[in-house]
Structures are given as structure tokens and as C-alpha cells.
């Protein structure tokens, strides 16, 4: 079982599981046990060599040294270790010094059972039984095999337990672990899934009050449809109506996106920060000309200018119109004496750079505090910029020589 990542919540620790896992993932605890080891081996062949001369006893002062060094790999490979230790254990029994590699074999066994698999553990009993058993067999000893099993078993089953102890621990802090994670992301699913229903509640009223409102707008606009025999005023009647019936297409499309579907629910990565909706229902380039003639007929000149090649898909265009949409409404409503309105759509490989000036001035202090206040102006540039900033974009505005000028830039999808 995978342990629980940083930064996530975990089961608390005492001081010997921080020291135990410490020690069990440590360089530092790895080459202890290495040198220790060592040290020990040492002190054995000095007492074997002041008992008298051992045959060959510079190789197994180098098998013994191997041996030792092969411990540094028990963590990643056990069963190779307990293998390659139980064979040379038996090896310095049948034909050198005797039991001088048997502590080897043990650290070697609490390896294998404290970070080795099931069958790792079945493979490793026989053969360390093996390396004990034979070779008293084939070297004939006089006295019974029980008597010199014994002391072997004993140390043995002591390993185990130590081994079955410290890997149940570890396993329970990891199924702890495992279990604060899996509560924690139910919190959150629970807290995506009450913010998708107080969205749905919040577009179901939106689409009540501002729709109702609009609806009436466009009835009242027909009736007075031809009715004044002034051309100019039909004309802004006609607008007006225009321009509503567009709003609540748009109010209707927000409430859409806003509601939950089944298709959607449970599945996080079909819409969220960072991704582009694929969806072509909304305004898209061919648009824009309506939303600028729509401008030139407050009285304001607006000049369009584009270069590079439009990138693919309807997404781009749509995030473009939006914000060339947001960038004329704040000129007619906070730039006064603006006469001239220049955007400029510059597309490159992977960007495309939405550029809007005018030569207005900004609003007053105390009208910009009335602007923003309930029932004024809104959030429309904050919302903008946390939307572009969820596909990677950024947006800026301020004044500039002679106005005022918003930046945009998009990137795209592939670039992405």
C-alpha cells in the first residue's frame, strides 16, 4: 500500500514510528548496519585466526566482505540478498572457518519478511532451512540435527516476530493514511457537489428575474415597433429589442453551463480550470461584426484590425468575443467623451493577443465608487481575468497616451 503524499493528511506518529521510518528509508541507517556488520565479521576471523591458522583465510575474510556489502541492496532486492547470504553461510560452514556468516543471513531474513511479497517469502524459508540443514548433513556431524537447529530456530522465530511487529505497524500508519485521503476527497467531492447545487439554484433564479425582465423588454420593444413614424427612434427600438433578445440568449446559454448535467456529475476533468470548453453554442468571430455595429450606433467610431491566421475551433472565439465584448461595454459606460474605439487581434503560434483603446477619459473618483457599488458596474474585468487566467491567459488594463487600453492574451489549446 502506497503511503499518503506530502502535504496530505496523515495518522499521527510517535516518536519510535518517525525514528522507525526514519531508519527504514535512511542512506544513513542502510550503511550502519553495513559497517556494523563488518566490525563484527572482523572480531570473528581474529578470534579464528588467534585460535590458530585457518586454511585459505584471506578468501574468507573477502567472501565475508562481499557478504557484508551485499546487504546494502536487502531493501530493494531481499529475496537476492537472503539467497546470496544463506548460500555463503553454508559455504564458510562445509568448507572454511565454520559459523562466521550465520548474523548475516538473519538481518537478511528480517529484510525479506518486513518489505518482501508473499512469494518472495515462501522462495526465502526453504532456502535459508536449506542453508542451515545441509551442511551439517553432508559434513556428518556426530551429534543429533535437532541440537544443532535449535539455537538457529530460535533466533530465527525472534526475527520473525520482530519483522511481523514492525511491518503490521507500518502497514496500519499507511491504512490510516489511506483512509485520511479517502475522507478527504469525499470533503471535497461533498463540497463540489453542494457549490454545483448552489449554482443551479443561483442560475434557476437568474434565469427567473433577469429573463422575466428581458422577456418584457422584448414584448414592449415589438409594440412600439413602428409606432413613433420617426425612423431614428424605430431604429433604436429596433436595437433595443436586438439587443435584449441577445441578452437572454446569452442569460439562457449561462444558465445551461451553470446546471449540473448527469454526463458531467462525478467526472472532474469534463470541464474545469485550465481547459477550454469545446462547446460551440456561444458567440464566435463571425460575431464580432454585430457586436461593433451594435457600438457604432451609440455614436462611436470602431475600427477593427487583424493579423495572422485565425486559430482553429470555436473556444478562442469565443473567449475573444467575450472580452472585446467586456472591453466595449466599460468604454460606453465609464469613458467619457470617448469617440473612437481601435481593436486589434493579433494571432501568433499558440497566442492570440486581444488589444482594446479609446480616447475617453475615466470616470471620477466618486462616479467609479457609484459604478461599483450594488447595482453599478459589477465585476465584469475581475471575472474576465479569472477566466483567462484558468486557460493560462492574462489580462491588464489601464490608462495609455490619450485613453485608456485593454490587453488580453489567449493562449491556445495545443499550445498549452
Known sequence: ??????????????????????????????????????????????????????????????????????????????LAVLILTALASAAAELWGPGAILNLPVLIALYSLFVSGGAPQRLVGVPVLLAGWI???????????????????????LAVLTAAAISRARREALEHGDAQLAAQAAEHRLTAQRDAARRQARVAGELHDSVGHDLTAIIALSEGLAGATGRQDVDEAI??????????????????????PTPSAEGDDTAAGPGRLSSRADGPDWDDLSGLLDTTRRTGVAVALTETGQRPEGAAIGTLAYTVVR?????????????????????????????????????APAGQAEAAAAPGGAGHGIAHLAEVLSEVGGTLSAGPAPGGWRLQARIPHPEAA
Request: overall charge positive; charged content about 20%; aromatic content about 6%.
Open 134 to 156: 545441509l551442511p551439517p548433513v553432508l559434513r556428518g556431524v556426530p551429534y543429533p540435527l535437532t541440537a544443532r537447529l535449535t539455537p538457529y530456530i530460535f533466533f530465527a
Open 326 to 362: 467586456e472591453a466595449l461595454t466599460n468604454v460606453m459606460r465609464h469613458a467619457q467623451g470617448a469617440t473612437r474605439i481601435v481593436i486589434s487581434l493579433d494571432h501568433t503560434a499558440g497566442l492570440t493577443r486581444v488589444t482594446v483603446s479609446d480616447d475617453g477619459r475615466a
Open 238 to 259: 429596433e436595437l433595443i429589442n436586438s439587443l435584449a433578445r441577445d441578452g437572454l440568449a446569452d442569460t439562457r446559454r449561462a444558465v445551461d453551463a451553470l446546471r
Open 1 to 78: 500500500m502506497a503511503a499518503a503524499s506530502p502535504g496530505t493528511a496523515r495518522v499521527p506518529r510517535t516518536l519510535i514510528d518517525r525514528l522507525a521510518g526514519w531508519w527504514r528509508t535512511s542512506a544513513l541507517g542502510l550503511w550502519a548496519v553495513v559497517v556494523g556488520m563488518g566490525l563484527f565479521e572482523l572480531v570473528l576471523l581474529t578470534q579464528q585466526l588467534a585460535g590458530g591458522p585457518v586454511p585459505g583465510a584471506r578468501l574468507w575474510a573477502g567472501l565475508s566482505g562481499l557478504t557484508v556489502l551485499a546487504l546494502l541492496g536487502r531493501r530493494r532486492w531481499p
